[in-house]
Nanobody
Framework: QVQLGESGGGLVQAGGSLRLSCAAS????????MAWFRQAPGKERDFVAA????????VYTDSVKGRFTISRDSAKNTLYLEMNNLKPEDTAVYYC???????????????WGQGTQVTVSS
């Protein structure tokens, strides 16, 4: 059974930092592209960042470029999202997702975690 478990969310002031983690189990981690999405209240789930199954390619949505860094540790079966210079508009529930094969920027991922809340106060 595949499980993705996010952690590291919380309340932070604008300009602060958080590091999200996503622990994966029940899958061959190295064969999956991994991604972070976020969903604010009343809005659709939006793409944030993704990393290829090899780990050599990363993609970010424009609004987080230069502030967020996605990475993966295959030895620990864990995905990370380092978030710096956080802004109130980054407030959302953040989800990690796994997809067998190539990364995509849509929600066409095979597995999803339950999400972790990130709240940025102004």
């Amino acid at each position: 059974q595949v499980q993705l478990g996010e952690s590291g969310g919380g309340l932070v002031q604008a300009g602060g930092s958080l590091r999200l983690s996503c622990a994966a189990s029940g899958l061959t981690f190295g064969r999956y592209a991994m991604a972070w999405f976020r969903q604010a209240p009343g809005k659709e789930r939006d793409f944030v960042a993704a990393v290829s199954w090899i780990g050599g390619s990363t993609v970010y949505t424009d609004s987080v470029k230069g502030r967020f860094t996605i990475s993966r540790d295959s030895a620990k079966n864990t995905l990370y999202l380092e978030m710096n210079n956080l802004k109130p508009e980054d407030t959302a529930v953040y989800y990690c997702a796994a997809r067998r094969g190539a990364l995509v920027l849509t929600t066409e991922y095979d597995y999803w975690g339950q999400g972790t809340q990130v709240t940025v106060s102004s």
